[in-house]
């Protein structure tokens, strides 16, 4: 007979072990409720991709590229380039991705992403526009989840915004309505740096950058975006918890807090 404890008797004891802590303003790898793990980034990973950057958030690692094609613009936008955010949880990240189409929750976190980038005005997407009502530019942001270990959301987003600062779009000029490609590279025309913070709810108390044992326990999370003027550019709540009033103005004093540091960080 076996006298190793069950996986499920095991990790039952963590998540108790965890919650006590927690009650007691403490956590499980250390950190005090308002602190988020280690971040490193390192950008220009992908020789092929117009912009890209790994981004390391404690364990939980994403890549991002960045693409950038020509199409038709919006009928309702025709002065306006192209944004797109796709997402894909890689198989390899974690026992519960599956192959296959992307499933709600990639959907999910990849509007999370473009919401945060679209509402802040990160691109300036006029200045993506070719020829008005017929051609522009086309930006493809592609996230990747290469481990997850919690908080794919600031982690993504993170990526995401690094790619773009780090991504550059071919000089061109237009003549007689037709485009032309000239020598060089320039970067995109960057407005506003949005930076994703979530915090999560576990018995009534806050905490910032939840890691994966921390939201298999949690009541809810809400991600706040912060634009570079201080001023909330979107906002997600996920999970069956509540967040009083009082809460909501306190995630949003943290965040707003927290967006500093984190956008020093990406802009080095």
């Given at each position: 007979?076996?006298?190793?404890?069950?996986?499920?008797?095991?990790?039952?004891?963590?998540?108790?072990?965890?919650?006590e802590l927690i009650a007691r303003g403490k956590?499980?790898?250390?950190?005090?409720?308002?602190?988020?793990?280690?971040?490193?980034?390192?950008?220009?990973?992908?020789?092929?991709?117009?912009?890209?950057?790994?981004?390391?958030?404690?364990?939980?690692?994403?890549?991002?590229?960045?693409?950038?094609?020509?199409?038709?613009?919006?009928?309702?936008?025709?002065?306006?380039?192209?944004?797109?955010?796709?997402?894909?949880?890689?198989?390899?990240?974690?026992?519960?991705?599956?192959?296959?189409?992307?499933?709600?929750?990639?959907?999910?976190?990849?509007?999370?992403?473009?919401?945060?980038?679209?509402?802040?005005?990160?691109?300036?997407?006029?200045?993506?526009?070719?020829?008005?009502?017929?051609?522009?530019?086309?930006?493809?942001?592609?996230?990747?989840?290469?481990?997850?270990?919690?908080?794919?959301?600031?982690?993504?987003?993170?990526?995401?915004?690094?790619?773009?600062?780090?991504?550059?779009?071919?000089?061109?000029?237009?003549?007689?309505?037709?485009?032309?490609?000239?020598?060089?590279?320039?970067?995109?025309?960057?407005?506003?740096?949005?930076?994703?913070?979530?915090?999560?709810?576990?018995?009534?108390?806050?905490?910032?950058?939840?890691?994966l044992s921390e939201e298999q326990v949690m009541?809810?999370?809400?991600?706040?975006?912060?634009?570079?003027?201080?001023?909330?550019?979107?906002?997600?709540?996920?999970?069956?918890?509540?967040?009083?009033?009082?809460?909501?103005?306190?995630?949003?004093?943290?965040?707003?807090?927290?967006?500093?540091?984190?956008?020093?960080?990406?802009?080095?």
């Amino acid at each position: 007979m076996s006298v190793t404890p069950s996986t499920e008797v095991v990790a039952k004891i963590r998540q108790r072990h965890l919650i006590e802590l927690i009650a007691r303003g403490k956590r499980l790898d250390g950190r005090d409720l308002t602190d988020c793990r280690e971040i490193k980034i390192e950008s220009g990973v992908i020789d092929k991709a117009e912009g890209s950057t790994l981004v390391n958030l404690g364990n939980t690692k994403v890549m991002a590229g960045v693409k950038i094609d020509t199409g038709e613009p919006f009928p309702d936008t025709p002065n306006e380039g192209i944004l797109t955010v796709n997402a894909e949880l890689v198989p390899l990240a974690s026992p519960t991705f599956e192959l296959g189409p992307p499933n709600e929750n990639a959907i999910e976190l990849a509007r999370v992403v473009d919401r945060s980038l679209r509402e802040s005005k990160a691109i300036d997407l006029e200045k993506l526009c070719i020829v008005p009502g017929k051609k522009v530019f086309v930006v493809f942001i592609d996230v990747y989840i290469l481990n997850h270990d919690g908080n794919l959301v600031d982690a993504s987003a993170l990526a995401a915004l690094a790619a773009l600062l780090n991504a550059k779009m071919p000089n061109y000029e237009v003549k007689e309505g037709e485009l032309h490609i000239k020598e060089g590279h320039s970067k995109l025309p960057m407005k506003n740096l949005p930076i994703t913070v979530t915090i999560a709810k576990i018995n009534g108390k806050l905490l910032v950058d939840p890691f994966l044992s921390e939201e298999q326990v949690m009541d809810a999370k809400i991600s706040i975006a912060i634009d570079k003027d201080e001023k909330i550019c979107s906002m997600q709540k996920s999970g069956l918890g509540i967040f009083t009033l009082e809460m909501i103005r306190e995630s949003v004093k943290t965040a707003l807090e927290k967006s500093k540091a984190l956008r020093k960080i990406v802009t080095g």
